[in-house]
C-alpha cells in the first residue's frame, strides 16, 4: 500500500474534525460496511530516472538507496447525500495546517488537487447512491537496504625507503582493528588515517 495515506486520511479525518469517517482499501474481499465510508484507490503514475544512494554503510554492510514516487488518490465518499459536502471538507482540510504538520512527520507531500467530481454508483437495475470523488497527486519516498557488505581486510604493499637496505612491506590492517565503522568512517572523514584518499 502507498505509505503513510491511510494514517494521514485517518488523522485530519477523525483525530483533528471529529468526522467519525471509516477509510477502506479498494478491491478488497469483505462484506459492504456501513455509511459514511470512504474507499482509498490509487496509481502509481510517476517513477524518477535516479535514486539517491546514501554514501554511508552500517556496521552490517547495508547501504540505503531511496527514490521519490508520485501517486495519484483516489478517494470515493459513500456518505449518504451528504457526500459532496464531506468530500469538499476533506479536500479543504489536507491543505489545513494540522495536515502539513502530519505530512512532514511521515515524509509526505500532497500535489496538485485534480478532480472532483459527484459521480453515483449503481446499486441495481434502478437505483443508484450518492458517491464522490476526489484525486490528487501524492508524493513520498520509498527505500531499499542494498547488502553491499563490508571491507574485512585491507592489503597495503609497498616500499621502506631511506634504510641500509631497501625492503618490500606488506601490511594487513582487518576490519576488527575498528571496533566500529561509524568510527572508521569518522577518521576517513576528518583525514585522521593515513591513506591517500581516491
Known amino acids: 500500500m502507498i505509505p503513510g495515506i491511510w494514517e494521514l486520511l485517518d488523522y485530519v ?15 478488497q474481499n469483505a462484506p459492504r460496511m456501513d455509511k459514511p465510508y470512504v474507499m482509498i484507490d490509487y496509481t502509481n503514475d510517476d517513477l524518477p530516472n535516479f535514486g539517491y544512494i546514501d554514501p554511508y554503510i552500517d556496521a552490517n554492510g547495508f547501504q540505503e538507496i ?10 470515493q465518499f459513500f456518505c449518504g447525500p451528504n457526500s459532496d459536502q464531506i468530500a469538499s471538507q476533506m ?4 491543505g489545513a495546517s494540522a495536515a502539513l504538520d502530519k505530512q512532514m512527520l511521515l515524509d509526505v507531500a500532497i500535489g496538485d488537487c485534480l478532480m472532483f467530481q459527484r459521480i453515483p454508483a449503481l446499486l441495481n ?14 508524493y513520498y519516498t520509498d527505500h531499499y537496504k542494498d547488502n553491499v557488505g563490508l571491507i574485512e581486510t585491507v592489503v597495503v604493499e609497498g616500499h621502506y625507503t631511506g634504510s ?25 572523514d576528518n583525514g585522521t588515517t593515513n591513506w591517500d584518499k581516491k
Do not use: G, H, P
Open 125 to 138: 437495475n434502478s437505483q443508484y447512491e450518492d458517491r464522490t470523488i476526489y484525486q490528487f497527486d501524492y
Open 13 to 27: 479525518a477523525n483525530t483533528v474534525n471529529n468526522l467519525n469517517l471509516t477509510f477502506v482499501w479498494s478491491y
Open 164 to 188: 641500509l637496505t631497501d625492503q618490500m612491506c606488506i601490511e594487513t590492517i582487518t576490519f576488527s582493528e575498528f571496533t566500529r565503522w561509524d568510527q572508521m568512517k569518522t577518521r576517513w
Open 91 to 94: 479536500a479543504m482540510m489536507l
Open 66 to 75: 531511496s527514490s521519490w514516487r508520485k501517486a495519484t488518490i483516489n478517494l
